[in-house]
């Protein structure tokens, strides 16, 4: 499988666990960008796997506050 493959399924991935953690929580994602002090829009971003430094920052206070590894 190429890179760029893996890559791609790995953001999938990401969001799929991210997704089901809020959904199990039952949060929005508007929710939970107030409770981070983030946009909706940044943590969307951070969900879907953008891979700047700022999305890296706000999926790892998404991981935090959903209590996940």
Same mark, same amino acid.
């Not at 890179?3 to 929710?31: F, G, H, P, S, Y």
């Not at 939970?32 to 999926?59: D, H, M, Q, Y």
């Given at each position: 499988?190429?890179?760029?493959?893996?890559?791609?399924? *790995?953001?999938? &991935?990401?969001? !799929?666990?991210?997704?089901?953690?809020?959904?199990? &929580?039952?949060?929005?994602?508007?929710?939970? *960008?107030?409770?981070?002090?983030?946009? !909706?829009? !940044?943590?969307?971003? *951070?969900?879907? /796997?953008?891979?700047?430094?700022?999305?890296?920052?706000? !999926?790892?206070?998404?991981?935090?506050?959903? /209590?996940?590894?």
């Amino acid at each position: 499988m190429p890179v760029e493959e893996k890559l791609e399924e *790995a953001k999938k &991935q990401v969001e !799929r666990q991210i997704k089901l953690k809020l959904l199990d &929580q039952n949060m929005t994602q508007v929710e939970l *960008a107030n409770l981070i002090g983030e946009s !909706r829009t !940044r943590v969307n971003l *951070a969900i879907k /796997g953008n891979t700047n430094p700022k999305s890296i920052e706000i !999926r790892k206070k998404i991981y935090k506050v959903l /209590g996940m590894k």
